[in-house]
């Protein structure tokens, strides 16, 4: 159990262009969802937190007018990339925190490599 | 302040043990993780540790001490498949993760 879905895996969008990348906890509800940015050869660097049916909490330095995150219901979050640029290109990865467990394990969606041209 | 270090890369053959180390300073803690992560995907779950102490699970394990802010992470038997970025992480007070860097493993045949 315990797996979460993203969509797309990859994706080459032009320069300009949204991109939106979805989220989803497929056997499970999750009360928070992570997205998570991750430059080649660098650790995971936390962007934000979205809990259900309330506005994410970005990290400091994470513009939230540019990464709109929409955590509509406790099975799928989306993160839209709004007028990419070269720099966003990166790999996105989203993370669900299991409702009402206390292991705060996170179960992490499989990515999303983005490529902006 | 907060901080968590783990080395940037290890080389080990194939069979041998290793032994990745993870160091942390913080105010609160509610535990520490371990993830591996190949490259191109995302981390998946290893381990958690939130009291002192050996944890085995098959050919890794994972080790815990509060007092010193120190963790490892154990890995026996390696195969080349164990080739990958190994992360620890712990909870701070808030429940919210903080990231190492990662240690990048190398397997050597």
């Known amino acids: 159990g315990a797996v979460v879905s993203q969509h797309p895996s990859r994706v080459i969008c032009k320069s300009g262009t949204s991109v939106k990348i979805e989220c989803r906890s497929l056997?499970?509800?999750?009360?928070?969802m992570f997205w998570y940015r991750q430059f080649p050869k660098q650790s995971l660097m936390l962007m934000a937190t979205?809990?259900?049916?309330?506005?994410?909490?970005?990290e400091q330095g994470v513009e939230k007018d540019k990464f709109l995150i929409n955590h509509a219901s406790l099975t799928l979050s989306t993160l839209t990339v709004t007028s990419a640029h070269p720099e966003d290109s990166s790999f996105y990865i989203c993370?669900?925190?299991?409702?009402?467990?206390?292991?705060?394990?996170?179960?992490f969606g499989p990515g999303t490599r983005l490529t902006v041209t | 302040g907060q901080n968590i270090d783990q080395p940037t890369e290890m080389t080990a053959t194939e069979g041998a043990i290793v032994q990745i180390n993870c160091t942390y300073q913080?105010?609160?803690?509610?535990?520490l993780f371990w993830y591996q992560q190949h490259a191109g995907e995302a981390p998946t779950f290893l381990s958690y540790?939130?009291l002192d102490g050996l944890e085995e699970k098959g050919r890794f394990s994972s080790f815990l001490s509060r007092s010193k802010g120190y963790s490892y992470l154990l890995l026996k038997e390696l195969q080349m498949k164990d080739s990958a970025s190994y992360l620890c992480?712990?909870?701070?007070?808030?429940?919210?993760?903080?990231w190492g860097a990662g240690t990048k493993l190398i397997i050597k045949p």
């Open positions: 056997d499970f509800q999750a009360t928070t």
């Open positions: 540790n939130v």
């Open positions: 913080t105010s609160g803690f509610n535990g």
């Open positions: 979205s809990n259900e049916g309330s506005k994410a909490t970005y």
């Open positions: 993370s669900a925190d299991r409702t009402g467990r206390d292991s705060y394990e996170q179960y």
């Open positions: 992480a712990f909870l701070d007070s808030n429940y919210q993760l903080i």
